[in-house]
């Protein structure tokens, strides 16, 4: 018996050290998961953020909930609850607008990347909706690589996976594309 207990007490000892020896960590790994920099340095609730061009309202998004991280590898504004972008034609009308559940706005880089049930709907009523978008601000462009639907403003729906547009969804180039489009014969009088 008192065999078994010292064979017991060995193993025991023997998985302590084997455990305490395999967890080997270099400082920076360490540094790296214990370092502040995912902490919001800005947040807020309910927040409108405009974007401005000579003092004429570009941009406007809305958000329930809002963060801001900075850091040296990457600066961004992150919407977790979703939010709604709008942009403005020169005269102060609405030109578009988008809408999702979540989005982040990669501040260096001019990109939003908006996520889950993103619907975008032109000043012509045009609407597409897909899981994923991304706005390009700088090239003035909106694309996906997902599944998308667009329905026209006289009810044509086209489906496709992945597409490229314009911001105002006036030239769209959709791939892999299926659906039904009805044409007028105007050859008959």
């Known amino acids: 018996m008192k065999n078994t207990n010292n064979i017991i007490k060995s193993i025991v000892v023997l998985l302590g050290i084997t455990m305490l020896l395999s967890c080997e960590n270099s400082i920076k790994e ?3 998961l214990t370092s502040k920099n995912e902490v919001p340095t800005q947040s807020g609730n309910d927040i409108e953020y405009i974007i401005t061009d000579s003092t004429r309202i570009t941009y406007r998004a809305f958000a329930p909930e809002f963060f801001e991280i900075r850091n040296p ?5 992150e919407f977790q609850k979703g939010g709604k972008i709008i942009s403005y034609k020169k005269d102060g ?3 578009w607008q988008i809408k999702a559940n979540f989005a982040k706005n ?3 880089d001019n990109l939003w990347e908006l996520r889950y049930d993103v619907e975008a709907i032109s000043d012509d009523g045009k609407t597409i909706n897909t899981e ?4 390009d601000q700088a090239k ?4 996906s690589d997902q599944y998308v639907r667009i329905t026209t403003i006289d009810n044509q729906v086209l489906e496709g996976t992945g597409f490229t547009s314009d911001e105002k969804m006036d030239k769209i180039t959709l791939k892999k594309v299926s659906g039904e489009v009805y044409l007028d014969d105007k050859t008959q009088k």
């Not at 994923?132 to 706005?135: G, P, S």
């Not at 003035?140 to 694309?143: D, E, P, Q, V």
């Open 73 to 77: 590898d990457q600066s961004y504004n």
């Open 93 to 95: 009308t609405q030109a």
């Open 140 to 143: 003035h462009l909106i694309y």
């Open 106 to 108: 990669y501040t260096n």
């Open 30 to 32: 360490v540094q790296n």
């Open 132 to 135: 994923l978008l991304y706005w």
